[in-house]
């Protein structure tokens, strides 16, 4: 690889994952510990990939009511 080249990211620790959600990391670990986040254990180290974040923001996304008048 040479010095100009760039990768692209694919996990994240859970800090960042809450900082990039703008939740509290104690919450976040809520999901996770809920299933709903799920997460890979490297070591004593969990990772969150960013195809679970996308995942879990894509699942939370509220789909709005048109009312009826």
């Known amino acids: 690889m040479s010095d100009s080249s ?3 990211r694919v996990v994240f620790s859970p800090r960042e994952v809450a900082e990039m ?3 509290a990391p104690s919450t ?5 510990n ?6 890979l254990k490297v070591g004593g180290r ?3 990939s960013l195809s ?3 995942a879990f923001v894509d ?3 509220v789909v709005p009511v ?3 008048a």
């Open 21 to 23: 959600l703008g939740i």
């Open 34 to 39: 809920a299933g709903e986040v799920p997460s």
């Open 59 to 61: 699942a939370s996304r």
């Open 46 to 48: 969990r990772f969150i």
């Open 28 to 32: 976040l670990y809520c999901y996770m």
């Open 6 to 8: 760039t990768v692209a």
């Open 52 to 54: 679970a974040v996308n």
């Open 66 to 68: 048109e009312s009826v």
